[in-house]
């Protein structure tokens, strides 16, 4: 059962271009968190955001959360070429584990 | 060296082949995590241990076993193996506190089984 949903399913920009994800879930979590997948590659968390946070910064990433509307976005700035990768949000619940979507597909082109 | 390492990274076997695949964690955690990634259906979990004596079945544990043989290892077994099984496997580890796994999650590197 798929918890989060991330939108668009893939994504091609121009490096030094804007990225924006954006993922919607179901059921009342505790936080929410963006991953990165290298082609064939593991997992590599980005981000966690607490579902009393409303935005959270790390480098050139910027995530938001919305937890009247059950989203949050994933903000690329300045993208480069190995930013190139997927994408996942995954929300964690007061009980239970991470529930993956199934990624967002960025390709950024130099 | 990796934190978190899979053996074999790859893997091709036959139908009803018993298989194992390993997880090693040199990060201190208690909590593992077994999932499998299939094209454009994200990542799903097969079973879960938030420490040596405790095992718990994921969404999709059917035709799989695991075994949590001390705190860094844990292995998932296949006891007969068959094509709806190729997938990427994913262990991943955990450093949670409280009743949920929900805290940040450390993957390896993936093992890629093939059944024929």
């Known amino acids: 059962s798929q918890q989060g949903e991330e939108d668009p399913q893939a994504l091609s920009i121009q490096e030094g271009e804007n990225a924006t994800m954006n993922c919607s879930y179901k059921?009342?979590?505790?936080?929410l968190q963006w991953y990165r997948q290298n082609s064939g590659r593991g997992l590599v968390h980005l981000i966690l955001?607490?579902?009393?946070?409303r935005e959270k910064h790390s480098g050139r990433l910027r995530v938001t959360l919305d937890t009247s509307k059950k989203s949050s976005s994933l903000l690329i700035t300045a993208s480069r070429a190995a930013d190139t990768a997927s994408y996942f949000c995954?929300?964690?619940?007061?009980?239970?584990?991470?529930?993956f979507g199934k990624g967002t597909k960025l390709s950024v082109k130099p | 060296d990796a934190d978190v390492t899979q053996t074999p990274r790859n893997r091709i076997t036959k139908t009803g082949k018993r298989i194992m695949l390993e997880c090693s964690q040199t990060?201190?955690?208690?909590?593992m995590y077994w999932y499998r990634q299939d094209p454009g259906l994200g990542l799903r979990l097969i079973y879960y241990?938030?420490?040596?004596?405790?095992?718990n079945k994921g969404e999709i544990s059917d035709g799989y076993s695991v075994s949590r043989q001390a705190q860094a290892k844990f292995s998932l077994s296949l006891e007969s193996a068959i094509p709806n099984q190729t997938a990427l496997y994913f262990c991943?580890?955990?450093?949670?506190?409280?009743?949920?796994?929900?805290?940040?999650?450390?993957f390896g590197p993936g093992t890629r089984l093939t059944v024929l």
């Open positions: 991943a580890t955990s450093d949670a506190m409280g009743t949920s796994g929900t805290d940040t999650q450390y």
């Open positions: 059921t009342s979590i505790n936080n």
């Open positions: 955001i607490r579902s009393n946070e």
């Open positions: 995954a929300t964690g619940r007061s009980q239970g584990n991470l529930i």
């Open positions: 990060k201190g955690h208690d909590r």
């Open positions: 241990s938030f420490d040596v004596k405790d095992i």
